[in-house]
T-cell receptor, first 113, second 117 residues
Framework: GENVEQHPSTLSVQEGDSAVIKCTYSDSASNYFPWYKQELGKGPQLIIDIRSNVGEKKDQRIAVTLNKTAKHFSLHITETQPEDSAVYFCAASSSTNAGKSTFGDGTTLTVKP | DGGITQSPKYLFRKEGQNVTLSCEQNLNHDAMYWYRQDPGQGLRLIYYSQIVNDFQKGDIAEGYSVSREKKESFPLTVTSAQKNPTAFYLC????????????????FGQGTRLTVV
């Protein structure tokens, strides 16, 4: 089955700096890669996603890049703000596997004011 | 408002008791999922269902049971056979299985925190 590894497990940055979280996956059939943000005591919410036919996608301060050959994808947050502090999860899924997602273990991002 | 609702938010269970967590969605999604989240860890799949009256085991199904009698509802029972049930449980749903984009984002509920006392 799919295996997703996420690094780092914790990340602390100064407000205004950039943050980068990286994930690798093992199943070459995976073709959908969402990123979720989870605030304390709440369920995860999608912040950005990318499909395997695209190498990069951007939405304001958030961007995701995908390298299919190397089987890794990354989340980039620029101009970080204290409200970006949360746990971020990457995931990978394949349309041939019932659409189930395999999640990374999460990255706790802290943005210091 | 469309969404996915889990109840209760907090649940306490005595050892040896079964307990059922509720999950309801009005998004008209076909697929529903149950995940378990332990502190500092990712989401582990317990059970999932792609269609009414059908469900499949996930990675950690032992000690849990589910039913899918209605499209909108996917309750999870934590049985006394589950050795370490204290955790945060998340229900999710995703869209139409007939869509050309079969794998799409999952919409999560707000979770149920289960504590065994």
């Amino acid at each position: 089955g799919e295996n997703v590894e996420q690094h780092p497990s914790t990340l602390s940055v100064q407000e205004g700096d950039s943050a980068v979280i990286k994930c690798t996956y093992s199943d070459s059939a995976s073709n959908y890669f969402p990123w979720y943000k989870q605030e304390l005591g709440k369920g995860p919410q999608l912040i950005i996603d990318i499909r395997s036919n695209v190498g990069e996608k951007k939405d304001q301060r958030i961007a995701v890049t995908l390298n299919k050959t190397a089987k890794h994808f990354s989340l980039h947050i620029t101009e970080t703000q204290p409200e970006d502090s949360a746990v971020y999860f990457c995931a990978a899924s394949s349309s041939t596997n019932a659409g189930k997602s395999t999640f990374g273990d999460g990255t706790t991002l802290t943005v210091k004011p | 408002d469309g969404g996915i609702t889990q109840s209760p938010k907090y649940l306490f269970r005595k050892e040896g008791q079964n307990v059922t967590l509720s999950c309801e969605q009005n998004l008209n999604h076909d697929a529903m999922y149950w995940y378990r989240q332990d502190p500092g860890q990712g989401l582990r799949l317990i059970y999932y269902s792609q269609i009414v009256n059908d469900f499949q085991k996930g990675d950690i199904a032992e000690g849990y049971s589910v039913s899918r009698e209605k499209k909108e509802s996917f309750p999870l029972t934590v049985t006394s056979a589950q050795k370490n049930p204290t955790a945060f449980y998340l229900c999710a749903s995703s869209m139409d299985r007939f869509s050309p984009l079969r794998n799409t984002e999952a919409f999560f509920g707000q979770g149920t925190r289960l504590t065994v006392v």
